[in-house]
């Protein structure tokens, strides 16, 4: 099995793929935005199971959907938040075969066989992920929306070998914006819960 | 066990396992909810002269387009002062560049995007007004300024004349762009009509402020709708009003006959839910040689819309912020193409103080004298444009103890004289403050019979904390610990309470719960004396209190028992009481407002332009701080937000077409981790006992105002540029920097 990431010429080519280029062009409606003389298309549905969280799920999926919207829409798994939707903003992370990607850059119809965790596994039951307990101590949060993303972002950062002083954590969690800005108590908590604080 | 006041969040862990549900993420009773996308025009003036749906209509999934031609029609003049009453789909009018003219309705999100896509638009167009007046010239003057309670404009003294003949003078214009609110939550409305009933959950600030507009536009009592907002992902004041979005998703879930869910795209919501306008300010300051001010002239233009009316409070801070004889503020509009602006956090203080602040630090460089030092010799004592005292104001202290954890005196007073190596040093400091507001509210107390309680007011949580402060509330006066407390907020089937805006929640639904909390203890304690079988029988109900979910003897702690054996005797479900609490005459008395002091170490590159902030601290005086811990993050938060409006935000129109350019969050740039150093806030001690019962000044806005001036005055200290035009971006740096 491949694991990578997808790149924004995959996502076009594959999304032109199914006929639907005109639906990531942006809004506007005008008539010069969509192929001449093409009649909208009938997406096909795709099957593939992904393994969610530890569990297996089998998913039939218009092509189009992105992994974002197939856990929010289609899963029910509304932890994982949508923010921008184009891949800028970081609330949509999640980890695939371990590594953090934005979902909502992510086709879900390409994860056959993939492993997905998001916030809702993180925890072991009752159990808090040490970065979740230590996000609620250090106060990691305010309107709550951009956490779920923070928190995989970290628990995706802890894993990748990188040096966890305070810098470092900025640089490598720039990726996650949070308008609250709660940044400082993200940082105090990501160093509790890599045991460096 | 921890004291109350520094507790965590009571819905943290909600919000760190992905539990809490924001408005998109309900989903009604039968699986049937259809999704909405917007159609937005894509020119700034004009009308639609046709619309073709008829390949839109073909994609599978399709369920309708409604457009002005087939919408519902709705009443537009119940609304209420402050609900937008355009673009609602009930005309051919185009006023602007992504206004709503269309609304996809399909049975998934993905066939609703691409039959947006595919509805066609053609316009006749007009011509547009795409930039706003530089001067008074082409522009007028407010009709309804602040809701219509006071005038646009004041003056005391002989302010033109004491500025003509001051010693030392300062005479500039200050720029701030638009800028956008951008909360993470996009705004989000799922509407679902049950006969003449209407339900919708909605990323809301004033779930009842939605609720009157709704009513208002469908011409239904407000009982018949009901709008639920547990949690919402930030909102900054774009939550505040209701926007047509809102209304557009129930007329659509009308049209269709079934639930309808509408969620903004990033994109669309730089053009559907107002903005911070731009503001051109001429500030005029004369003093003595001494640094005593004679007079203060702030004149102030803010962009607005073709339709409605939203004016920026700029001058506002400069009427009562400083002592001086010689006052004069006014505040013009100029139209152009471009949607509702809207209040963003700190509307008027953040833009307005930016100006006077700035003035104050050229001021301060005229007559070499130190900022703070300028500042206490014009220190006011009382509220100079109201002629009344402040309830309370604690200033001094806050410039004090800010420049002491600052270490203020390291400063080295000329502009270029500090480095880190290549890199040019900057010290900047700035007043910050706020007003503090208050308005009715209502809320309900029940203590049960499992010795749990429960608090209701349908007040909202934007992030604020108000979960925590609720359930703190009740712990208090029911010695309840926190895990026994469930706090519900957010929705119109709950007592009644204000927006979340203007940094009232804690001062406006904290008496009301006090309140009720008073007489579910007092009805308690009651009940445990004249009952013959409690261990307190017969003891006066004032020799009671109440502790670790018990009533107790407070002579003998001993002695007493717990609500659950109190309730189970008495046979009683619960006791509930309910609260409500609203302004008196302290608002006739006292001027009130929350200062505080705004220091900032910034280091500029000076080949690249770049600056960034090393190091900032803030020192607040805003009365009882409910929760030290949430406290300081709102207030760190306001500090950061103040950041992004110092150096990188701003929303780019097109001078030509109207449109936004940079409307995604990857080209509009708010601060991200690595902008943002160590903050540190000082709380400073200040007791109130005028403002409120609870003596709690609200803290969300205060810390944002002054933020950009500090920086701004560090950035000329480091290289001795005055940028009167923000974001202070490379760009206006590097010509100055490479001498």
């Known amino acids: 099995m491949t694991i990578r990431n997808f790149t924004r010429r995959e996502f076009l080519r594959d999304t032109a793929a199914t006929g639907g280029a005109a639906a990531i062009a942006g809004s506007g409606g005008k008539a010069w935005a969509v192929p001449a003389a093409a009649d909208p298309p009938v997406p096909t549905q795709h099957r593939v199971t ?66 997905v965790k998001t916030i809702e596994g993180l925890a072991d039951g009752d159990q808090l992920h040490p970065l979740q307990a230590a996000f609620i101590e250090h106060d990691g949060f305010q309107c709550g929306y951009c956490t779920p993303g923070q928190i995989m972002s970290a628990a995706g950062l802890l894993n990748e070998g990188r040096p966890l002083d305070e810098h470092s954590i900025r640089e490598w969690m720039s990726g996650n914006i949070c308008r609250c800005g709660a940044y400082p108590n993200i940082v105090s908590a990501i160093r509790q819960a890599s045991g460096r604080a | 066990m921890i004291p109350i006041t520094t507790a965590s969040r009571v ?13 998109a993420e309900f989903a009604p009773a039968q699986d049937n909810v259809l999704h909405a996308v917007l159609v937005q025009s894509t020119i700034a003036a004009g009308r639609v002269a046709s619309i073709d749906t008829a390949r839109a209509k073909q994609v599978p999934g399709v369920v309708a387009i409604m457009t002005h031609e087939n919408a519902p029609r709705i009443d537009l003049g119940k609304a209420g002062d402050m609900t937008p009453g355009f673009p609602l789909l009930q005309d051919d009018r185009v006023m602007f560049n992504g206004q709503h003219l269309a609304v996809a309705i399909a049975t998934s999100f993905e066939a609703a995007q691409q039959a947006a896509q595919l509805v066609e638009l053609h316009y006749n167009r007009d011509e547009a007004t795409l930039l706003m007046s530089d001067n008074p010239t082409g522009t007028s003057v407010p009709q309804r300024f602040r809701n219509g309670m006071r005038p646009p404009a004041s003056t005391r003294g002989t302010p033109q004349a004491s500025f003509d003949a001051a010693a030392v003078k300062i005479d500039q214009i200050y720029r701030t762009p638009i800028e956008h609110h951008n909360p993470m939550e996009p705004h989000a409305t799922l509407a679902e009509w049950q006969g003449d009933r209407l339900l919708v959950h909605n990323a809301s600030q004033s779930v009842f402020g939605n609720r009157k507009a709704l009513a208002g536009f469908f011409g239904l009592p407000e009982d018949n709708v009901r709008i639920v907002s547990p949690f919402v992902g930030g909102g900054f004041g774009s939550k505040g009003v209701s926007w047509p979005h809102i209304t557009l998703a129930a007329m659509a879930a009308k049209l269709v006959g079934q639930p309808v869910k509408l969620v903004l795209t990033r994109r669309q919501m730089f053009t559907s839910n107002g ?28 962009q607005n819309s073709a339709y409605g009316e939203f004016s920026e409070p700029v001058g506002l801070a400069s009427e009562m912020l400083y002592s001086c004889p010689n006052v004069a503020v006014t505040h013009r509009l100029s139209k152009v193409n471009q949607g509702l602006p809207t209040f963003m956090r700190a509307p008027g203080e953040a833009s307005g103080v930016y100006a006077l602040e700035s003035a104050m630090d050229e001021l301060a460089w005229a007559l070499g004298m130190d900022p703070i030092e300028l500042r206490l010799k014009n220190y006011a004592d009382r509220d100079e444009h109201e002629d009344k005292p402040f309830s309370s104001k604690t200033l001094r202290a806050c410039y004090e103890q800010g420049a002491a954890a600052f270490d203020w005196k390291r400063r080295v007073a000329q502009p270029r004289s500090m480095r880190d190596g290549r890199l040019l040093i900057g010290l900047g400091m700035a007043t910050a403050t706020y007003p503090v507001n208050r308005s009715e509210a209502a809320a309900k107390v029940r203590l049960q019979a499992d010795g749990t309680a429960i608090v209701r007011c349908g007040s909202q949580d934007i992030g604020t904390g108000t979960y925590t402060v609720m359930a703190q509330l009740v712990g208090e006066h029911l010695g309840l610990p926190l895990d026994r407390v469930r706090a519900e907020l957010g929705d119109t089937a709950l007592p009644q309470a204000p927006v979340s805006g203007g940094s009232q929640s804690v001062a406006s639904i904290s008496p009301a719960i006090r309140e009720a909390c008073l007489a579910v203890r007092a009805q308690t304690l009651q009940l445990a004396a004249g009952d013959p079988a409690s261990p307190l029988h017969g003891l006066d109900p004032e020799e009671l209190d109440v502790a670790d979910g018990r009533i107790l003897q407070s002579a003998e702690k001993s002695r007493g028992e717990t609500y659950q054996a109190l309730l189970a005797r008495q046979g009683r479900a619960a006791i509930e009481a309910d609260g409500s609490a609203k302004p008196g005459e302290e608002k006739q008395k006292f001027s009130m407002h929350s200062f505080g002091a705004q220091f900032v170490e910034v280091a500029v590159d000076p080949d690249l332009g770049e600056v960034r902030v090393r190091r900032h601290v803030g020192a607040f005086a805003a009365g009882r701080i409910m929760n030290a811990k949430t406290g300081r993050s709102q207030m760190i938060g306001g500090i950061v937000f103040g950041m992004g409006m110092a150096l990188t935000e701003a929303t780019e129109v097109d001078p030509r077409s109207g449109r936004v350019t940079n409307a995604t969050m990857a080209d509009y740039l708010v601060p991200v981790h690595l902008d943002v150093p160590e ?37 000329y200290h480091a290289t001795g540029q005055r940028i009167r035009d923000l974001p202070i971006r490379p760009d206006k740096l590097i010509d100055g920097l490479s001498i």
């Open chain 1, 50 to 115: 992904i393994r969610l969280n530890g569990t297996e799920r089998a998913l039939q999926l218009d092509p189009r959907t992105s992994l974002l919207d197939a856990l929010r829409e289609q899963l029910y798994l509304t932890g994982t938040k949508k923010g921008c939707d184009m891949g800028a903003c970081g609330a949509c992370t999640v980890l695939l075969d371990g590594k953090r990607v934005n979902a909502c850059l992510v086709l879900a119809a390409r994860l056959d066989g993939r492993e």
């Open chain 2, 11 to 23: 819905d943290g862990r909600l919000k760190v396992t992905g539990g809490a549900r924001y408005a």
């Open chain 2, 275 to 302: 903005y911070r306008p731009k503001t051109v300010q001429h500030v005029r300051l004369g003093a003595d040689r001494d640094g005593r001010l004679t007079a203060v002239l702030h004149d102030g233009i803010s």
């Open chain 2, 679 to 715: 903050i540190e806030v000082i709380m400073v001690a200040e007791q109130d006992d005028a403002v409120n019962p609870l003596g709690a000044k609200g803290i969300g806005e205060l810390p944002t105002v002054g933020t950009a001036a500090a920086i701004a005055n560090a950035v």
